[in-house]
Protein backbone atom coordinates (compact mmCIF):
# COMPACT_ATOMS: atom_id res chain seq x y z
CA UNK A 1 0.00 0.00 0.00
CA UNK A 2 2.78 2.58 1.04
CA UNK A 3 4.67 1.58 -2.09
CA UNK A 4 1.74 2.06 -4.64
CA UNK A 5 1.12 5.64 -2.37
CA UNK A 6 4.78 6.41 -3.02
CA UNK A 7 4.47 5.47 -6.78
CA UNK A 8 1.51 7.26 -7.24
CA UNK A 9 3.64 10.69 -5.52
CA UNK A 10 6.07 9.97 -8.41
CA UNK A 11 3.72 9.77 -10.98
CA UNK A 12 1.84 13.28 -10.14
CA UNK A 13 4.41 15.09 -9.38
CA UNK A 14 5.88 14.16 -12.97
CA UNK A 15 2.24 13.95 -14.75
CA UNK A 16 3.39 15.90 -18.18
CA UNK A 17 6.07 13.14 -18.69
CA UNK A 18 3.99 9.86 -16.97
CA UNK A 19 0.76 11.22 -18.48
CA UNK A 20 -0.53 9.21 -15.41
CA UNK A 21 -1.54 9.10 -11.78
CA UNK A 22 -1.59 5.61 -10.82
CA UNK A 23 0.55 2.63 -11.81
CA UNK A 24 -1.38 0.09 -14.95
CA UNK A 25 -3.87 -2.10 -13.01
CA UNK A 26 -2.92 -6.16 -12.48
CA UNK A 27 -5.41 -7.28 -14.91
CA UNK A 28 -4.37 -4.94 -17.82
CA UNK A 29 -0.35 -6.54 -16.86
CA UNK A 30 -1.41 -9.41 -17.53
CA UNK A 31 -3.70 -8.29 -20.61
CA UNK A 32 -0.74 -6.82 -22.32
CA UNK A 33 1.53 -9.82 -22.10
CA UNK A 34 -0.99 -12.38 -23.08
CA UNK A 35 1.01 -12.08 -26.65
CA UNK A 36 4.41 -12.55 -25.06
CA UNK A 37 6.66 -15.30 -27.15
CA UNK A 38 7.83 -17.53 -24.49
CA UNK A 39 10.35 -19.61 -26.44
CA UNK A 40 14.37 -19.32 -26.77
CA UNK A 41 16.14 -15.91 -27.70
CA UNK A 42 13.78 -13.82 -27.59
CA UNK A 43 14.29 -10.02 -27.71
CA UNK A 44 11.23 -7.98 -25.77
CA UNK A 45 11.05 -4.16 -25.92
CA UNK A 46 9.05 -2.22 -23.12
CA UNK A 47 8.41 1.52 -23.81
CA UNK A 48 7.60 3.32 -20.62
CA UNK A 49 9.00 1.05 -17.85
CA UNK A 50 8.11 3.46 -14.50
CA UNK A 51 8.58 1.82 -11.74
CA UNK A 52 9.07 -1.82 -13.41
CA UNK A 53 5.42 -2.95 -12.53
CA UNK A 54 4.65 -4.16 -16.09
CA UNK A 55 8.77 -5.07 -16.51
CA UNK A 56 8.33 -7.88 -13.74
CA UNK A 57 5.54 -9.53 -15.65
CA UNK A 58 7.34 -9.55 -18.76
CA UNK A 59 10.27 -11.43 -17.14
CA UNK A 60 7.68 -14.02 -15.57
CA UNK A 61 6.67 -14.48 -18.79
CA UNK A 62 9.74 -14.92 -21.20
CA UNK A 63 12.26 -18.08 -21.35
CA UNK A 64 15.99 -17.67 -19.45
CA UNK A 65 17.45 -16.83 -22.60
CA UNK A 66 15.71 -13.78 -23.87
CA UNK A 67 16.07 -10.15 -23.54
CA UNK A 68 14.30 -7.13 -22.18
CA UNK A 69 15.37 -3.98 -23.24
CA UNK A 70 13.09 -1.36 -20.86
CA UNK A 71 13.05 2.40 -22.53
CA UNK A 72 12.54 4.85 -19.61
CA UNK A 73 12.85 8.86 -20.01
CA UNK A 74 13.32 9.54 -16.36
CA UNK A 75 16.25 8.76 -15.07
CA UNK A 76 14.97 8.48 -11.08
CA UNK A 77 12.29 5.56 -12.31
CA UNK A 78 15.54 4.00 -14.33
CA UNK A 79 17.48 4.07 -11.12
CA UNK A 80 14.57 2.90 -8.74
CA UNK A 81 14.61 -0.63 -11.55
CA UNK A 82 18.28 -0.90 -10.92
CA UNK A 83 17.87 -0.91 -7.03
CA UNK A 84 14.84 -2.90 -7.32
CA UNK A 85 14.72 -6.06 -10.23
CA UNK A 86 17.80 -7.80 -10.26
CA UNK A 87 17.74 -9.84 -13.90
CA UNK A 88 20.52 -10.57 -15.93
CA UNK A 89 17.50 -10.57 -18.65
CA UNK A 90 16.55 -6.91 -18.43
CA UNK A 91 18.82 -4.11 -20.13
CA UNK A 92 17.08 -1.16 -18.97
CA UNK A 93 17.25 2.50 -21.28
CA UNK A 94 17.35 5.49 -20.45
CA UNK A 95 16.06 6.82 -23.68
CA UNK A 96 12.77 7.65 -25.33
CA UNK A 97 10.60 5.36 -27.01
CA UNK A 98 11.58 7.27 -30.28
CA UNK A 99 15.25 6.39 -29.85
CA UNK A 100 14.72 2.72 -30.00
CA UNK A 101 17.11 2.34 -33.33
CA UNK A 102 19.88 3.66 -31.81
CA UNK A 103 19.79 1.12 -29.19
CA UNK A 104 18.43 -2.14 -30.15
CA UNK A 105 20.19 -3.48 -33.18
CA UNK A 106 18.05 -7.16 -33.10
CA UNK A 107 15.33 -7.95 -34.81
CA UNK A 108 12.14 -7.79 -32.12
CA UNK A 109 9.93 -10.47 -30.92
CA UNK A 110 7.13 -8.04 -29.30
CA UNK A 111 7.13 -4.10 -27.96
CA UNK A 112 4.68 -3.37 -24.75
CA UNK A 113 4.02 -0.22 -24.21
CA UNK A 114 3.08 2.20 -21.28
CA UNK A 115 3.95 5.66 -22.54
CA UNK A 116 1.73 8.33 -23.17
CA UNK A 117 0.56 9.12 -26.59
CA UNK A 118 -1.64 11.76 -25.96
CA UNK A 119 1.01 14.11 -24.57
CA UNK A 120 2.85 13.50 -27.64
CA UNK A 121 2.76 15.37 -31.09
CA UNK A 122 1.43 13.56 -33.85
CA UNK A 123 5.16 13.38 -35.49
CA UNK A 124 6.91 11.77 -32.33
CA UNK A 125 3.68 9.30 -31.98
CA UNK A 126 3.67 7.80 -35.67
CA UNK A 127 7.64 7.72 -35.62
CA UNK A 128 7.40 5.67 -32.25
CA UNK A 129 4.62 3.01 -33.85
CA UNK A 130 6.25 3.28 -37.15
CA UNK A 131 10.15 2.52 -35.82
CA UNK A 132 8.33 0.10 -33.67
CA UNK A 133 6.86 -2.13 -36.63
CA UNK A 134 10.20 -1.46 -38.72
CA UNK A 135 12.03 -3.29 -35.86
CA UNK A 136 9.24 -6.11 -35.30
CA UNK A 137 9.54 -9.80 -37.27
CA UNK A 138 6.40 -10.78 -38.94
CA UNK A 139 3.40 -11.74 -36.76
CA UNK A 140 4.77 -10.41 -33.78
CA UNK A 141 2.94 -8.35 -31.54
CA UNK A 142 3.15 -4.35 -30.22
CA UNK A 143 0.56 -4.14 -26.89
CA UNK A 144 0.04 -1.07 -25.93
CA UNK A 145 -2.11 0.45 -22.50
CA UNK A 146 -3.54 3.40 -22.77
CA UNK A 147 -6.54 5.26 -21.47
CA UNK A 148 -7.94 6.28 -24.01
CA UNK A 149 -8.81 5.04 -27.82
CA UNK A 150 -8.07 8.25 -29.66
CA UNK A 151 -4.76 6.77 -30.43
CA UNK A 152 -6.42 3.86 -31.60
CA UNK A 153 -6.79 5.05 -35.81
CA UNK A 154 -2.28 6.15 -35.56
CA UNK A 155 -1.78 2.30 -34.76
CA UNK A 156 -4.56 0.33 -37.35
CA UNK A 157 -2.59 2.87 -40.03
CA UNK A 158 0.86 1.55 -39.27
CA UNK A 159 -0.19 -1.80 -38.70
CA UNK A 160 -2.67 -2.03 -41.51
CA UNK A 161 -5.83 -2.55 -39.60
CA UNK A 162 -4.78 -5.66 -37.56
CA UNK A 163 -5.47 -4.71 -34.43
CA UNK A 164 -7.83 -4.90 -31.52
CA UNK A 165 -8.68 -2.73 -28.86
CA UNK A 166 -9.88 -4.79 -25.29
CA UNK A 167 -11.61 -2.33 -22.67
CA UNK A 168 -10.28 -3.32 -18.74
CA UNK A 169 -13.36 -1.66 -16.79
CA UNK A 170 -11.34 0.00 -14.24
CA UNK A 171 -11.52 4.03 -12.93
CA UNK A 172 -10.57 5.16 -15.48
CA UNK A 173 -11.20 2.36 -18.30
CA UNK A 174 -7.89 1.15 -19.17
CA UNK A 175 -7.65 0.46 -22.84
CA UNK A 176 -5.06 -2.58 -24.21
CA UNK A 177 -4.11 -2.10 -27.68
CA UNK A 178 -3.33 -5.47 -29.74
CA UNK A 179 -1.38 -4.61 -33.15
CA UNK A 180 0.14 -7.55 -35.31
CA UNK A 181 2.52 -6.86 -38.29
CA UNK A 182 1.40 -8.73 -40.83
CA UNK A 183 3.51 -8.99 -43.73
CA UNK A 184 2.07 -10.85 -47.18
C1 LIG B 1 1.78 5.84 -17.64
S1 LIG B 1 3.44 5.66 -17.08
C2 LIG B 1 3.52 3.88 -17.11
C3 LIG B 1 4.49 3.31 -16.11
C4 LIG B 1 4.37 1.83 -15.86
N1 LIG B 1 4.93 1.06 -16.95
C5 LIG B 1 2.92 1.41 -15.66
O1 LIG B 1 2.39 0.72 -16.51
O2 LIG B 1 2.34 1.79 -14.66
C6 LIG B 1 4.36 6.14 -18.54
C7 LIG B 1 5.87 6.02 -18.39
O3 LIG B 1 6.46 6.34 -19.64
C8 LIG B 1 7.59 7.17 -19.42
N2 LIG B 1 7.81 7.90 -20.68
C9 LIG B 1 7.23 9.06 -21.11
N3 LIG B 1 7.64 9.38 -22.34
C10 LIG B 1 8.49 8.38 -22.73
C11 LIG B 1 9.23 8.12 -23.92
N4 LIG B 1 9.18 8.95 -24.97
N5 LIG B 1 10.00 7.01 -23.97
C12 LIG B 1 10.08 6.16 -22.91
N6 LIG B 1 9.42 6.36 -21.76
C13 LIG B 1 8.62 7.45 -21.67
C14 LIG B 1 7.20 8.02 -18.22
O4 LIG B 1 8.31 8.58 -17.56
C15 LIG B 1 6.46 6.97 -17.37
O5 LIG B 1 7.34 6.28 -16.53
Same mark, same amino acid.
Not at 9 to 35: D, M, P, Q, R
Not at 107 to 119: A, E, L, Q, R, Y
Given at each position: MITKLKTSLAFTKNLFV??? %?????KKAEIEICK??????HKIIIEFG???GNITREILKNIAPTSKVYAFEVKKSFCEHVRKNINDDRLIIVN????? %?KNHVKENVDGVIGSIP????SKEKGNKIIQDAYDKLVNNAYYSQVL?????FKKFQKIFINHCTIKAIKNIPTEYIYHCRKVQE
Amino acid at each position: MITKLKTSLAFTKNLFVTGA %IYETSKKAEIEICKYIPKGDHKIIIEFGMGYGNITREILKNIAPTSKVYAFEVKKSFCEHVRKNINDDRLIIVNDGAEN %IKNHVKENVDGVIGSIPFSFFSKEKGNKIIQDAYDKLVNNAYYSQVLYTKFNFKKFQKIFINHCTIKAIKNIPTEYIYHCRKVQE
